[in-house]
């Protein structure tokens, strides 16, 4: 089983609203990622979370605020987004010690 | 800075015919090359390669990497229309975290 879920599949919402992206998976995977992904572009790390500890901020503003409550389980809390993080949000999870990331459907995000 | 080029951008094709993705890398500290595949949604782990010259093979795709000339190809045989999707390559740079740098894709449209 090499499933990571990933809710809600769409999100629309206001640039003062609160909203959070939710990630799970049950393969026993303790790194655990979030990309964002624009249209016609790869997809590009925001954060990096091993042994539920976060490892890598590839400096994102902090109206994004990721948290790991265990291993399964990944969060994006969004706040006070703009109009240009309308994305598609991608989560992915991997081994430690294997480099093969296995991805989430992800959540097409639009800020209004 | 990690950079990971693809080419061709895009490509068409008829069905049954067989094609070539390219992918070459520049890195500091390469661990694996990895190849994915995105429709729609999320990403497909394809392949992860690691060592040169030895060919990985899934059906009628296939794929190997030269470490002394940085690059990996992606063949496909007898593409059919399922076959069309972006192809992405990531590069692990390893260090203490996974992280994935990847190319922007090749765009591969197969006609009927």
């Known amino acids: 089983d090499t499933e990571v879920t990933q809710t809600p599949k769409h999100l629309v919402m206001g640039m003062t609203n609160k909203k959070s992206l939710k990630c799970e998976q049950h393969?026993?995977?303790?790194?655990m990622y979030w990309y964002k992904q624009k249209a016609k572009k790869p997809p590009e790390l925001m954060f990096v979370y091993s042994y539920e500890k976060l490892s890598i901020n590839e400096s994102v503003p902090s109206r994004f605020s990721p948290e790991c409550p265990n291993s399964s389980l990944l969060n994006l809390h969004l706040h006070a987004l703009q109009p240009e993080d309308s994305a598609l949000y991608l989560c992915?999870?991997?081994?430690?010690?294997?480099?093969?990331?296995?991805f989430g459907p992800g959540t097409r995000l639009l800020v209004l | 800075e990690d950079k990971v080029v693809q080419s061709p951008l895009s490509l068409v094709v008829h069905e049954g015919d067989t094609v070539t993705l390219n992918c070459s890398y520049e890195v500091t500290n390469f661990r694996s090359l990895l190849w994915y595949k995105q429709e729609k949604k999320a990403p497909t782990f394809l392949f992860m390669l690691?060592?040169?010259?030895i060919e990985k093979k899934s059906g009628r795709l296939s794929s190997i990497l030269d470490k002394k000339e940085l690059f990996s190809i992606l063949n496909i045989t007898a593409t059919q229309t399922g076959d069309s999707a972006v192809y992405l390559c990531?590069?692990?740079?390893?260090?203490?975290?996974?992280?994935?740098?990847f190319g922007k894709g090749t765009l591969l449209t197969v006609n009927p």
């Open positions: 990531a590069v692990n740079s390893g260090g203490s975290n996974y992280k994935l740098t």
């Open positions: 992915a999870s991997s081994q430690w010690d294997r480099e093969t990331q296995y």
């Open positions: 690691t060592s040169s010259g």
């Open positions: 393969m026993g995977h303790r790194a």
